[in-house]
Structure formats: structure tokens, C-alpha cells
């Protein structure tokens, strides 16, 4: 399992725990809730009979003992006639409604709001619970009740605590993957310059040896020494690439077909004679440029448009622009098995490949050269599944040509 399966494996057993915890709350929650609410009905009932008893008892002591049950309760309630008049209320205040109205207004409207107010809770009552059905001096009584404000606070509580614990992770997710970032960063920039650096002995002495063979055996016009002299000078631009990592690197003003037919003539003779190369496009944009790092970049498109031909195929970069944005297109398309929609981001990713012995770091290495070293964008501009993959990188443009496409 390559390091991006174990890192996405991680991300969905995370996931799971995290909703196997919310499903938990949520449940418990409404467990509690459920008993609640059975516990007001409950109240609600001892209230309206206590209410029943208030009207049809003559007893002082008695009826004292009724008005403290009734006054202990904490379910706001309204009782009323088979006809919807309001009998009797308890645990609400109309006055709530009224407190941002002056005085002379409060005199004029208290009625009609009393009403209006009383009418709204007594709605809202019935859409919340079935009522408590009563028979008082042979007149039929229902009660409605609501929930208490601890009740309603309980039911919106999960969600709430919920909402803290996601912004909590977000947040603590955000730090923690700032900080392994950096601490990425700093381990890869020491590894690619002590790279650099036991890069360069060698390097030295290559060089030593070629210029000895060719002066001890006349070679200088050898074809294959001509060759190995362009490996030993692409060792020097890989260490160079290397020594510049974690360095702002130094653009300068390049003809960018230039820049893409050199590499793409170094490269091409070192694969298969079964793919084919085509390059065109506008030779006249120019833009800034870090040749060792943007042949990286070049290296490792063509290499993954070669790895994705399967035998036969062919590799076409077109050099394009738009004259009004400034910017210069650079389009690598290959004819091999593609990539499907939703892949489309992930191929960027750290860890991502496809192959057994790949470790996934060449189009994330390209898309960070491309954004954080050349300001630019890179993307897979189309792919279909058995056909080919077509890459765009995007440049900015430094010279306004006028030749450049529209």
C-alpha cells in the first residue's frame, strides 16, 4: 500500500470515528430528551388536573395544596374550551412581546397584543404535543403545553457542542498540518542539498574521464562521447536543481519553445523508438524562467506521458498564448490510458501513483515548481480513460507579443 492509500485509509477511519462519536451524542441526547418531554407531559397533566380540582373544590386547605401544584410547574400551558377560548395560562409573559414600545403606544396595543401573543403560543402549542383532554363542571377543557426552555435548550445543545468540536478539529487540523508541512519542508530542502552536494564529486571526476578518453583515444568526434557528455551535463543541472531548493531561484527572460525543444531533443533519444515527439506552437512568447527547474518540470511530464504509453504512442507539445491576459499555455498530450475525472486533483497529490514502484512525488514536485518557483498554474486540462491525458501548464507572459494567439 503506497503512502497515499494509507494516508487516505486514515482520512475515512477518522471520518467514521468521528461520525460513529456525533451519531452517539446525537442519540443519547435525544434519549435524554424523549424522558424529558415524558416528564413535562407528565407535570402537564398533574397541572390541569390540579386545575380541575382549583375549580370544583371548596376546601381552603385543600385548595391551597392544588394552587402550589399548580404554581410549581414549569411547562408553559394554556387551557381552553372546546370553543378556543382561552381559559387559564401559565409560564408565559406577553409582556415579552410589548418591551420595545413606548408607553403611550404599550396603553393603546397591550390588548391587542395580549391577544395576538397568547393566539401565536396557543398554535405553536398544538403543533408541538397532543392536548391534555379534561371534563370540568360538565365543560369540556383542553390543555396545551410546550416545551420547557431547558427541554428546547437540550434539543439544540448536540448540535451546538457538535458545531465547537468541528471548528475545534478544523482549526487544530489547519495547525498540526502547517506545522508537518514545514517540518516537511525543512527536511526535504537539508536532504535535496546534501544530495547536491555528493552530487557534485562525482560529477567532477565524469568529467575528468571523458576528457581523458577523448584526448588518449582521439574521440573527440565520437557521437556516444557527445552523448555521454550531455548525460554528465544533465547530472550538473540535477544537482543544480537540487542546490536550489528551499532558494527563491532567479527567473530570467527565455523563449519558451526554445527552452521546451532543447529538452524534448535530449529526451526523446533516450526512449523508445515506439513513441513518437511532435512539437509546435509559437516560437516568439517569452517568459520568465529557471531552466534547471523548469526542465524538472519538463522531465517529469514527459516521463509520465512515456510511463502512461503502454507500447506505442505518440507525445505532442503545442506552445500557445493568450495576448490580452499575458499568459503562455505549454500543452503535453500523450496517447496513453488516462486519467479518470475524479483523479483529475489527486494526481498532484504527495504519495499518489499508480505504479508498483513509484513513489508518487514527480507531479507533486511539478505543480509546487510550476505555482511556488515560476508563479504559474498547472492542471490536466482533459484526460479520457484509454485515450490520453492532456497537461496545461500556465505561464505569465513578459513580452506582449503580437503574434502571440488571441
Do not use: C
Request: no cysteine.
Amino acid at each position: 500500500m503506497n503512502p497515499y492509500q494509507q494516508k487516505r485509509r486514515w482520512k475515512y477511519s477518522l471520518l467514521a470515528f468521528a461520525v460513529v462519536i456525533a451519531s452517539g451524542s446525537l442519540f443519547y441526547t435525544s434519549y435524554l430528551a424523549k424522558n424529558i418531554a415524558q416528564s413535562e407531559r407528565t407535570r402537564a397533566q398533574v397541572w390541569a388536573l390540579s386545575m380541575k380540582q382549583l375549580v370544583n373544590t371548596y376546601d381552603n386547605d385543600f385548595l391551597n395544596y392544588v394552587i402550589a401544584v399548580r404554581d410549581s410547574l414549569t411547562v408553559p400551558a394554556i387551557v381552553t374550551n372546546d370553543k378556543g377560548e382561552i381559559k387559564y395560562y401559565r409560564g408565559l409573559d406577553p409582556g415579552k412581546t410589548l418591551m420595545k414600545l413606548s408607553a403611550a403606544e404599550l396603553k393603546q396595543k397591550k390588548q391587542k397584543y395580549d391577544s395576538l401573543y397568547f393566539q401565536n403560543e396557543l398554535e405553536y402549542m398544538k403543533g408541538q404535543h397532543e392536548p391534555i383532554k379534561l371534563t370540568v363542571l360538565n365543560e369540556p377543557w383542553l390543555v396545551y403545553y410546550k416545551d420547557s426552555d431547558l427541554l428546547s435548550q437540550l434539543k439544540i445543545f448536540p448540535y451546538i457542542q457538535l458545531s465547537v468540536i468541528a471548528i475545534f478539529l478544523m482549526v487544530a487540523y489547519t495547525a498540526f498540518s502547517s506545522s508537518r508541512k514545514s517540518e516537511q519542508n525543512q527536511v526535504w530542502v537539508g536532504l535535496a542539498k546534501e544530495t547536491a552536494h555528493q552530487l557534485g564529486t562525482p560529477i567532477s571526476s565524469l568529467m575528468a574521464w571523458i576528457e581523458l578518453i577523448k584526448s588518449k583515444f582521439n574521440a573527440d568526434d565520437d557521437p556516444l562521447m557527445a552523448e555521454m557528455e550531455n548525460d554528465v551535463k544533465r547530472l550538473e543541472i540535477v544537482a543544480d536543481r537540487f542546490s536550489k531548493i528551499g532558494s527563491k531561484p532567479k527567473l530570467e527572460e527565455h523563449a519558451v519553445y526554445d527552452v521546451v525543444k532543447d529538452f524534448v531533443d535530449y529526451f526523446k533519444v533516450r526512449v523508445s523508438e515506439k513513441i513518437s515527439f511532435e512539437l509546435s506552437g509559437n516560437r516568439n512568447l517569452v517568459a520568465g524562467l529557471n531552466i534547471p527547474l523548469f526542465d524538472w518540470v519538463l522531465e517529469n511530464l514527459l516521463k509520465n506521458a512515456v510511463n502512461a504509453i503502454e507500447d506505442t504512442g505518440s507525445i505532442k507539445v503545442e506552445i500557445s498564448g493568450n495576448r490580452l491576459k499575458k499568459q503562455v499555455f505549454i500543452d503535453i498530450t500523450d496517447t496513453g490510458k488516462g486519467i479518470p475525472r475524479s483523479k483529475f486533483d489527486t494526481v498532484f497529490q504527495p504519495g499518489y501513483t499508480t505504479r508498483q514502484r513509484g513513489w508518487g512525488l514527480g507531479l507533486s514536485l511539478t505543480k509546487r515548481m510550476i505555482q511556488n518557483y515560476h508563479n504559474g498554474q498547472i492542471f490536466v486540462r482533459d484526460s479520457e480513460v484509454g485515450k490520453g491525458t492532456t497537461f496545461r501548464i500556465v505561464l505569465k507572459s513578459i513580452k506582449d507579443d503580437k503574434q502571440t494567439a488571441a
